[in-house]
């Protein structure tokens, strides 16, 4: 059994600098939806699309901003960025276990030349390699394997199962969750007559402070320099990035994305789910990336690019697919249209003037 | 050495319930398709365009309909759905090691509170944590982890390496491959000036009956509420399923689909590979998406669905790729021209008449 | 702290048979591109448009072309295909922990008839189960699950956490990174009235020699006979093979590319990022396919192949998607257009002649 978190609504209001509306000592167990949440839960309304939940809405209090709280009449905490005021609370309804500070499972293989700060936590069967360097607060997961020479900066979590290569450096508080890898040898080959030669992966990756890494999300070492990722940056799962990329400050991707190698992306971009990078191009700043796009140039102006076709009922997809490849010829037969048309005018004209 | 399992084609015949025209003592040691299988090994006519390698198979017997087996001579066993008894067959062929029931490798670290039914069985160097639950015929595979309050229901199977997260609700005779992650924590931010702010992800995931989830294949925990995934429902490997997704019984989706946060897919769905969902919408049941359709919109009609355009010679696409950026400019000129035209016919209709 | 490997310019320009130019006593500690390198390190120019750096680095010395060489006054190692000789010497400053012949970790936990080579290293929590085989010079990470008569050849190496399932041949000095799944259950089910009864995955893997497997990269076992993967084939990270799909010797595909079911790939081929391909097709030798494209029919000519669209500004993408579903539309109109001006010209011309 877990103990259940419980605050009271004056609590909340005071942790977030919010104005209370209503009863300060009513206790709040949990977060929920608008349309899900009841009488012990505090919601949250954000989007517009929701404000229609809202009037029904059991919650026992709704975070709210002060235009929207005139139209409710239930307990509620006033806040410019309900949002944010959730992401913030959202912490402490957090059921993850937490690691206890300066416990080392008996059974961690830990190099007699790693240095592990005394507060922080190794899980049962971690293996830490010689050089590696864990900051104080670092809590390290069960089987994770933290390669010879790795740097983890302070207050990190590493889920179970995370392996981390040699010569990786970690920022402080980064979050990599189970399956990651970070450092695998880079995709280098030189093709001899047809043979491939591999290209040894000397540099290795670099990521900042602040950053997060989703669950099977991998990211090659460098060829020779680092590959770079930089503060603040949050990859979701199973993102591909390649040698030698860059990731500039914030930029957030959704899952499925795949960078090649050499890439350099600018801060504060959003890619979205499934986009795919060619190698060697760069992205400017705020730049947003829409699903599954195929981006094969560089951009240089801020703003959305969009690549694929809509989704059709297969059967329209499949005359919309045919006329495609009949595109060039629909093309060449227009111009002809558009010539023999103006002959066509010309010569009533001609013969009107006749 | 492993001991090769074999059966009487009478005993086979049996356990089908099929039909048998041959030898009823006839040993079958494997199975294979129709133009690989020698003399002791069961073939099967399945899908009509393998009827050509009917008449040359050397295989020692062959599933068939009633009406295929008109046109055989050799050992046969008749069964209405061929298909489905080789599916039943495989399993007596199946070389996969069979976990010993009640067996738990001294290196298992198991939570003294952690409740595992006496006739599960845990691999090498898998860890419980406190308050997970694991029933009755469980086999827990070398390398796993499995989270704290974490329940698995009776008769699944873990390979090895695979992570569930804490508060993870698994139903029975479910199986789970290897690398894959149920729990992690989904992709929730809130921008704040620029820098992204973490939103816990405190909901679970919640795992039907008889549902099979593919390597490296990553489920993430919801926000709020769990991500949900139906009875029955099969996931091939690389799948990616965001935050409070919910996922209808008996759906199906092959490798590499991606679906974004809080979207619903109806019962008895294909998704075919590389198919992308975006967040918030929903799909009916009965839907079938050609692979790496990108899906931007809920679906309401079953049936099938696709996007995307057909492969080219790169030198053709690039120009398909060249028009379909003037497409815009083309239909106005179209729009353009039929308008002209008209005129001129007008005023060919009006000379006629002058 | 990690000895810094050192070599003189005459050593390197032994070791590649290379013409030297300038002082054979230099020493080399690292390898870096022309505008990164320092005094100490060794450059090359393969790449025709970096040609403009090599005036201005700093590099130590540089692998150059003869022909380039003529342009260049540093010191320089003159060879006929620099990027194949940095290749080559990119092994000699790689700074992975090189594993020990012959050690075993005590943790390891291997069945008492597996065999393990005198010369062969096993990691920290490796399983290896019964019967399987490891030949001379193998160096198997920690976390590594190797399963029962899984055979892997000389000279490989598994980095950290790779599941090997059951029956899987590997060759000789095949490499795979973390996280890596070979030989998983492949996604096989018979429909039987709307529910997918499973077929069991009797088949193995089988990879050939030479090959490199990357992070996460997941190759399932075949359902009947053997998956295949060729000699030389080299895997980025995040790719999808599935069951019974055969791949030819030395084809090389980039990340996240996904190959359905008894899809047989021939020899010689490239699949940049992204590439997705149905099952039960065939692709020729010396086909590249780029990036994201699907791949929905066989390819029986050598040559580049394409599908998707051009990424554009969304507000331009989105006027094209609307246009791409109004072009059958489109067509049909054009064609009318030009029958209704053959008509109108046709009128004209018998006006004309009347």
């Given amino acids: 059994m877990m103990a259940v978190p419980a605050f009271t609504l004056g609590q909340l209001a005071e942790r977030l600098g919010a104005t209370l509306h209503g009863a300060a000592d009513k206790m709040i167990t949990g977060l929920a939806t608008l349309h899900e ?81 005394a507060s922080a936590s190794v899980g049962a069967y971690a293996v830490i390699e010689s050089g590696a360097q864990i900051a104080a607060g670092v809590a390290i997961g069960a089987h994770c394997f933290v390669g010879a020479r790795t740097v983890i900066g302070e207050g990190g979590w590493l889920a179970p199962r995370v392996t981390l290569y040699h010569d990786v450096r970690i920022g402080k508080r980064v979050v990599i969750q189970s399956g990651a890898v970070i450092g695998g040898e880079g995709f280098g080959f030189a093709n001899e007559k047809g043979v491939w030669q591999k290209i040894a992966q000397i540099g290795g990756v670099s990521i900042g402070d602040d950053v997060e890494i989703g669950s099977n999300t991998t990211i090659d070492r ?35 994305v795949g960078i090649s190698g050499s ?62 490849r009949q595109l060039d010829d629909m093309a060449r037969r227009l111009q002809q249209l558009e010539k023999r048309l103006a002959a066509v005018t010309a010569a009533g004209d001609a013969a009107s003037d006749a």
């Fill in 37 to 117: 949440a009841g009488p012990d839960q505090l919601s949250f309304l954000a989007n517009p699309q929701y404000r229609k939940y809202l009037a029904a809405t059991r919650a026992g209090a709704v975070l709210l901003t002060p235009t929207d709280a005139q139209s409710y009449s239930g307990d509620a905490l006033l806040i410019a960025n309900p949002y944010l005021a959730y992401a913030q609370l959202s912490h402490l309804f957090d059921p993850k276990p937490q690691a206890i500070a300066g416990l080392v499972h008996p059974t961690a293989v830990i190099a007699a030349d790693a240095v592990v700060d």
């Fill in 222 to 256: 460098g060829a020779l320099a680092d590959t770079l990722i930089g503060n603040g940056v949050k990859l979701d799962n199973q993102i591909m990035i390649a040698h030698n990329v860059q990731v500039g400050d914030h930029t957030a991707m959704a899952a499925c």
């Fill in 263 to 324: 890439t350099k992306i600018g801060k504060h971009c959003m890619l979205a789910g499934g986009v795919g990078l060619v190698g060697h191009i760069e992205i400017c700043d705020g730049v947003f990336i829409t699903g599954m796009t195929m981006v094969t140039r560089s951009i240089t102006e801020p703003g959305a690019y969009s690549s694929g076709t809509a989704m059709q009922p297969a059967a329209e997809w499949k005359k919309s697919v045919a006329r495609i």
